[in-house]
């Protein structure tokens, strides 16, 4: 039942900045992690940033210092604020998310996917 959905990527100039939404529509009992995915035209889907349920947030190497990850207290929301882009940084982005929709295991969702094109 639980949906992610996803806006904000566009096209951009080097150096610029660009920010992603993902809306979580249905309700979780729990939310474990939030997090946002890329993956560039020819290879395999990586890492981007983390947030867990406590806060604690997690960047891959490539965006540490420019890529700021963020939720609202209500875990409605998570925003991938994205400044000085580089044209390495040009893939589709994905939203996921890790959690409970029930007392049991968990499970995992991911947003359709948005396209970011940094132009250099």
């Known amino acids: 039942q639980v949906q992610l959905v996803e806006s904000g990527g566009g096209s951009v100039q080097a150096g610029g900045s660009l920010s992603l939404s993902c809306g979580v529509v249905?309700?979780?009992?729990?939310?474990?992690?939030l997090g946002w995915f890329r993956q560039a035209s020819g290879k395999q889907r990586e890492l981007v940033a983390t947030?867990?349920?406590?806060?604690?947030?997690t960047y891959s190497d490539s965006v540490k210092g420019r890529f700021t990850i963020s939720r609202d207290s209500a875990w409605k929301t998570v925003i991938l604020a994205m400044n000085s882009l580089k044209p390495d940084d040009s893939a589709v982005y994905y939203c996921?998310?890790?959690?409970?929709?029930?007392?049991?295991?968990?499970?995992?969702?991911w947003g359709q996917g948005t396209q970011v094109t940094v132009q250099g």
């Open positions: 996921n998310m890790r959690g409970y929709p029930a007392i049991g295991s968990w499970d995992e969702y």
């Open positions: 249905g309700t979780m009992v729990r939310v474990i992690q």
């Open positions: 947030i867990n349920s406590g806060g604690v947030t």
